[in-house]
Every structure is written in structure tokens, then in C-alpha cells.
């Protein structure tokens, strides 16, 4: 999702919500921070803090409470992309909502855990949350920048799931120029050695290149060699076979195209992997912390 | 083999010039000079029994729906008038009448080639030899014989001997036709409904044959295996049942097939006793590449091919009361004789009937017109309002929007003027005027598959191609734009000036209309389809724009203007114009120099274009100040534009975006390529339409600027896909968006006619599916084909406004729906702020 002026009144609520958090256990800690002489209703816990564990405080609770919810709104986002039908809200909201507060929950997770790592329990919470975190805002970063590359990059796409049957394609229309060379070698019509020069050039470079799944060593994996040796290819052989030279060309481009597309695809969507089962982890870890925690909270009360 | 340089060329030459010749009456060999265009003005004089009637000697061939054949260059082609043609002019007077002709047919009809196979046409035809009188030695086949200057022709309904001689030729030949082809259709459930309708079986009881006193012992029957290729009844297709036995091979449905429909499935296969028709290559029709378009089961005359009803359309809820008319009813009505009776069978609900009350309103400006009307009774008006009110969301917005409509145009109708909506019905535009009920009333709504078998027949054709040029006339005047601004007194005199002097033209697709640098003799203005203007300059098109319906063309050439024009004032151009148009007594057509094409213009679909002649041009410049100075400004500001070649421009016209009304375009800057788009469709759709999870979009196609045009329905202003549906299911739904119906018998039409592939063929799981086994264990599931296409998720018409999917899924907001000229200003402009809805 690229992040432009739309995003503005999320940024703006964002922040305001984040300073209101921050103001509110500022005065939770030192009443002086209010002005006006207001203080803070009694049900969000002693001032200051009895306990050395800030999330247990109401207050706290509240700020731990509040960015579980939002963990659990952002897992969300998964089931509303599945139940397209479900009346919910536009799509686009869903994943504005799921950036901002997920970015909320950075001031609320902090000011819950009272700027403190805790136990191994929490920092390995914490440490699971960094993780989902960065994972999200590197995902979002190339959301940013990469379609646009892509554009520039790719002069035409194609349908990704359609990409190893366009290469099986591109492969079987190599084989068959090189079944057609082969017969003009055995009928000796060789005459100055193009089709020879052909025959060895499909067997060294241009078949390995579109059948190698991963053909990033091939010399015509790269644009500059593959430029270089195409033209090196049309000097050598006679005017009759450069048509074949610039269909073999074209293959070579297009598969090229099809490997580019397929690293953007992976870099768009691969960061998911990551970015999706720690989330998973998190809510469940962070589900778990809240029991214990609640658990620990009912039977020793401040 | 030959060498080709081996042959005499002298004998070549001869064998070609033989060719061309043929012998006449005197048995003296005549040179078949082929027609040309100065024979439409050549008339000829023949008689028919006794009654003289006159025909031009060549007409201009006219394709299946009666539209002349044009070349590339718009010239048409010639063919002889034969003596049926002259028959028909001798004796059709009303529709309906071709039953008087006294020639009886079965191989030929109106709209097709003649072929003279069946040669039950034939008459006896007399000429002059060494100038005397004298009789053809054989009968000859009027359809296809050409007329020629004193020809006596006699038919079977003459009462002397050459009637005779006719009336016995027949009677023997249909009774031969008739003992081994006069079969009843396959389905004995269908048989008492077409058998009425059998052209062999009412030809029997014309001609008063009796096809049981030739005995099958009188020959020598054949082996029941040397015939029994042409005993089988193939059932193959869920749609037609083909009886080979009924067939008399009078080739009907290979040329429906093939010249009519360009399918080439049908042919000939076989010979002697064995010779039949067929599918492909001899296979069954199921089983081939038959599209199952109908055409040939239509044109068929016998019950060789005949129809499962498959087709139930349903009739469109609408004010007052609807039943639907059966195939009798329709067939005793004159307007309808000459509609293939099978084809009134073959789907039901194609003719409505509807009972309306005064003060209701049966159409509305601007909605889908996928009817017509024939007016049985009743009176009504049709009323054009200057422009439709948009769609706008609120109450009081909307409100506001109505109460600002205002009237260009109101004539009251009747049912003399028979036909109305015919207009929508046949080009597939949004209804262009209301149509309200003055007083009660009847009238029978017909889809556009039965308006376009009305066309065909030639006197109906006459009827409503009339009706449609005064009402076309009055729509073209209607929407220019240059009218803006002008009195209303001014322009009620100029729309009076103009009716009587313009004409029509429908221009093919590709067809040049002029070029840059020919003289300017006439201007143009689009009343349907777009055209292309590109600029050359330095051998180099440097510039191209679009122009659609509304649009002027050629003003430029007609006021005199050039490039060189361009940094002159409107003030300075109108003065020198003013200056010659205001001298007393001269021809300002010589007066004033004729200009040239300052660009080409060609038609980029089918086009239809109002002409007026610089001879009626020139007067009206002198007569209406404000149109000349609208011209004026209006050149001049062309003129002046950027003649600079723009890439996206180029891609615009290129990729037909102009036509667009609901382009789904991907901006690339946004779409991290999900797919949510194509997921979306395909779960809003489900499997209802086709038993299986169909998508109606692919996330792939071509590029302008930022954006990716998806291959997804465009809902184009001309329905390309609309044009011939043999079961009229793809039509325009509330939004103007393209929706197939259930009914669809999968031809693809449709799709082949949609230019930018947006219409798919997929196969119906819901329709009967077949098992074939192609190799031992394994079996091949055969499901017929269904077109399905974008409907903008609201095929029914239950939303306001469309919410279509694929937009509403994309979270990116990269996704969304524009008109062609909304989309090239977001490109133009440089604009992919998601903002912008």
C-alpha cells in the first residue's frame, strides 16, 4: 500500500491518541503534568504505581488491553480478505485501520510494559513483537516503492501463475528450432556453418537458459552479455537464419522478463512469511501473557 | 507436375478468355462482361405472364441483413437484377405478399447468393433470335437468370402451354424431391408444429404433386447400405437434431453457415446416393466446431435440421401486462410473414405483448434499449430532453437534476408509424428519447433478434430503414455541440434548414472517409461509432484524436482554413469569410475556393454519419451568424493544437479505449499484483452461472501510462458483442453494462465480435455435460460453452449505482472503473492520487 496523503487523517488520529496515551501515564506517574490542577479518576490506579510491574496497573491494563485488541483487529484483516461477500467496511479501510493501529500499539505496548523488558517471558514477547513489527513495516516500505519499479522495470507482465507454462512454451519453441537445424545439418546444407554455429549456440546457451529453472548463472540471464552474443550470433550466420536469431533473441528476452517479474513477485509477497506466522505466534504468546498476567493479578491483588 | 513455364501461354490465354464466355440464344458465344456501377441507371423492360415491369439492370449486392457491400474503398459491387428480383418487384406490393409471387423457391432466399440447385424456380423464358421471337431451348432457374431488354418470361400461373411446360417441371420435381426428403421432424412432439411449415410439404400442395405415385418399385431401389450415410439422424447436439434423410441438399445451410454466419463448419461430403451434407469433416454435429448458432437450422426449408427448445426468454417486468405471443399468432400477422417460422418456434418469449395505460411511460431516456416496439394501438409521444440527468446519490440532488431537463424534441406517434425504439434496439446505445402513453394502448415489444429477421426481409427493411433515418436525423441535429449558445429561434431554423439536406452514410469498419490533401466537399457528422483523424506531417502521422458520436468532421476544409491559419483571430477570419458570403448574386461554391482535408479520417468501428454538401454548407454560413462563428472558433482551436505526436494518444485510439464506458483499469503504481481483484470476481460470481467458479476478468493487458487496462468488459457506447446473438441473451442491463443471459446457447458471436477480448467461453456445467471416452479408461467431459463477460456485479439491476467487485476487493485502492475519456485525462494529467473517486 503506498502511503500518500489519504493516509493523513489515520496519521494525525494516530498521533493524537498516541500523545493522549503518553499524557495520561505521564500523569499517572506525576499528577504535577496535569494542568489545572485535574488529576486523573481513581478507578486507573495508584499514583504512582504500587507495583514495580506497570502493565498490572489499571491504567496499564488498559494500554495492554487495548493493543491486544488491536493484534487481534489486525489478525482480522486475513478473515475479512477471505469473506469478501461479509459486509464490513471497504477493504482499503481494513488495511489502513490494520497499518495505523498496528503502529498505535508501538506507544501503547510501551507504555504498558512501562518502558521495561521484564522478565525472559516478556522480552521474548517484546523480541516476537519486534519481529512481527519490522516485518510489517519492511512489507509495507516495498509495497511503497516496488510496484512502481516494477512498471518501469518490466515492459510487459504477464500473469504470474501463467509463468512456467509461457517458459515450458518458449522452451518447446527453442527444441523446435533445434529439431529444424538438426535436419538442415542432415540434408548438408550447411553451406558457410550457420546452422552448425546455430546448433552449438542452442546447445551450450540458449536451450540450458530456458531450461534452468533458476538460470541466473546463464550468461543470457544478463541483458548486456545477452545483447553482446546475440549480435556476435547475426554476424556469424547467413541472412536466411537471422530471423531465427531474433525469434531465439525474443525468447531470451522474454524469459529474462518472466525471472524479473518473478523476483518482484517474491520480494512483494515473500516478506508474508514471515510477517504472518510471527503474528500468529504474537497474538498467541501475547494471549497467553494476558491469562497468566490476569491469572497472576486475581490472586495477588495489590 | 507441370513446370508452369512449360505450358503454352497461348493456350493459357485462351482457356482464360473462355471462361468469360457463355452461349446466348442464337447459340453464338457472349462475352460475360461482369456488372458495373453505371448499370444501376440502365433499366430494363420485361414481362412477367403478360405484365411488363421495369428493372435496373444491375443492383448492388447487400450482405445477409440487407447492408450494401462496400470495398475498402467504399465502392460497391454490382450485381445482375435476375428475374425473380423482377418478380418480386411485380408482385410484392406489402409485406407479406411474397406468397403471390408465382416462382416457387427452395434453394434460394432474398438474402442470399443464387445458386440454382433445386430448380424448382424455373421458367420458360423467350428472347429474340436473328430477331424473331424465340423460346429458350431449356427451362432456365429464375433466380439466378439475369434479366435482359423485351425478355417474356411465363411461370407455372401462366394458363398457356409454356405455364404447362412449367407447372409439370415443377410437379415432377418436387414429387421427386418429396418420395424420398418429405420426412417428419425426428422429435414427434415437434413434428405437428413445424409441419405446417415444411417449404417441400407446402410446395406439394401448390404445385398439386402427389409424390405416392412414384412407387419405389418404378426404380430399382438402392442397397440399404449404398444409402445409408444419408438414412442417419444425428443427435449429437444438446441444440439441433440433424435428419439426413429430410435433406434435399439445396445447400441453404452451408451458405447460412458460411457466407452468412463465416463459420465454415458446414459443407458437402460425398457423392451420388451418398452425398450429404456435412459437419467438418464428415463428423457429427456435436462433435464439430458448430457453434450451434441456428442459422443453418433456420434457413433450413425441410425437417433435415430442426431444434430442441432450448431458448426460454423471459419477458422484462414493466408496467401494464405481459404475455407472450405464440409462433401462430405471430406467423398470421402481415408485418411478421416472411420470418423463418422455425425461428419464432425455436425460442419462446421473443415477442411480447404489452397492454399499457395513458400517462405511463413504456421507455425512459438514457436507460438500456434492448427492444423494440410495434405500435398495435393506442397513442403516445416520444419526448428528447437536451441531456440525461447523471446518476447522483440523494434525494435532492436527484430531484434537482429532473426538474432541469429540457425539451429539444416532441412528436406524437401512432400505430402508423408501426416501429419505435428501434433505434436503441438495433445499435445498442441507451434509449434517446422518452416514450410515454397518451392513450391505452397495445403494443408488442420484440428483441433485437427479431428486428434484425424483420430487416431482412427487404420490404420491412424499406419500412423501418425510413422511420430510422427521419428519427436518426433528428438525434444527430440534436447533439451537436456547435449548436451551443445559438438562439432557440435561430436554431429551430437551422435544424429546418438542414433536415431536407442531409444524408446518411454508413461507413465499414477501416473504411477511409477522406484523405489529407483531397479537396473538402462535404461535412460530416457522427451519429454512430467513432472515428480516427491522424495528421501526417514530414511523412510521419504526428498526431491522431478520436471523434464520437455528435462529432463534426471536416469543418476546417469546408470553412478554407489550413495550419497557416492557426495564429489568425476568430474575428479576422470571420471578417474575410463575411466579406465574399454577403456578395448579392454569385455561387458562393465558386466564389469562395474549395479547401482540402487537413487531416485523414477513417472509421474505427462501424460508423453511420450524417453528410451535408458544401453546396447547402455555404448558404447556411451565410444564413446563421452563430454557427459560423462557433466553426469558426472551433477549427481554429484544432488548428492550433499540439501537433506534436503523443504515444498516448496513439495508445488511446489504438487500444479502442475511446469507446469505453466502464474500463477497468489498474493504476501500476498501487497494484502490488494480489490478485484480490480477480478473487473477488470470481467469489461475487460463484457457480452460478456456469456450475463452476468463472472469473470475468484477467489481471493482464495492455498499458496506458500508469495504468493497466484489465481484459474486462469495457460496457463499449457501440456493443460490439451484440451484433447478430441468435437468441438475443447478451444485451445492455440498467447500467449500460453488458449482461448475458441464461439462455445463451454458447455460438460465441459475441465473443469473436469483441474486439479486446473481454468476452469468454467457458463451458456450462449446469447444461447437459456428456461423457465421451477418447482412449480406453479415459473419458473427456463435454459441456456446452457459455459466453460470460463483466456485468459490473449487477446483472439484475438491483443497485443504484454498480459496486463492482473487482474495485471494492482491491486494498490497495489500484483498482478502479473510468470511461475511456476519464481515463486518458487521469493519464494526461499525470494524476494517480487514489483520491480521485
Redesign the interface.
Known sequence: MRIDRSHLPWFLTVTGVAALAALLYAANQHVVFLPLGLHLPSFLGPVPPASVTYGGTPLGLLFGGVAFGIFLFAAALGVRKKKRLWPLGSVQTWLKAHLWLTILTVPLVFLHSGFRLGGPHTTGLVALYAVVMASGVFGVVLQHFLPSLMKNSLQREVVFEQIPFLRAELLEEASRLRADVAEALALGVDGDGSPRILARFLDEECLPYLTLKSAGSCRLGNERNAAEMFKNLRINVRSEWRPRVAAMENWCQSRRMMDLQTRFQHWLHGWLLLHVPSSLALIIVTGWHAWAGLHFLVSKPF | MLPTTDFPATLAREDEDEGLFSRDINGQLVRLDAPVERDYGRNITLQIDGQSVTVPMAEPSQDANGNIILDLEGRTTPRYTTIYDAATKLYVKQPGDEVKIPIPVLCHQAHMKPVAVCRLCVVQIYGQKRGKRAAERKLLPACQHQVKEGMEVFTMQDAGPDGERVRKSVKTLTELLAVDHLKPAPRAELDKELAPFNELGRLLSRCGADPSRLKSEVFSPLQPEAIAHRQRVDTSSPVFVTDHSACVLCDRCVRACNEVKGNNIIGRTGKGAQASIGFDLDEPMGESGCVQCGECMISCPTSAITFNPVASVKPVPRQGTVEKISAEELLKDPLFAGVPPKFLLWQEGLVVRRKVKAGSLLVHQGDPGNTAFILRSGRYQTTVYKSVAPDKKGFFSAWMANSSKEVVFEVEVTPADVIVGEMSCLSGSPRSADLKVLEDGEVWEIRRNVLDRLMRLPSQRQKFESAYRERSLNLALQSLSIFEGIPKEEYTRLIDYMRPRISFLKINPGQVLFNQGDSADCLYIVRLGYTRIGIRRYEQESRVVSRGPGGLIGEIGMLGLDAGDAYRSAEEVERSLVEVLNQDGVDLAKVLPTGVRSASCSALGQLEVARLSREDFLPMLRAFPTLRRNLIVRSLSFLKGDNNSDPILDNYVGQGLYEGRSILALN?????????CT??CV??HGTHSHGVPVTRL???GMRLG?F?VATSCRSCVEAHCMVGCPVDSIHRGKHLQIVIEDHCIGCGLCANNCPYGSIFMVPNENAPVKAVSTQPGQTLRLAQPKAVACDLCDAEGEKDIPEP?CV???????ADRYTGEELLQLVLSGNS???RK
Open positions: 501500476m503504481d498501487l497494484c502490488i499484483r494480489c490478485d484480490e478473487k473477488g467469489e461475487q484477467l489481471r493482464d500508469n493497466m467487485r471494492s476487493s482491491c486494498p490497495h485502492d489500484a492520487d487514489p483520491n
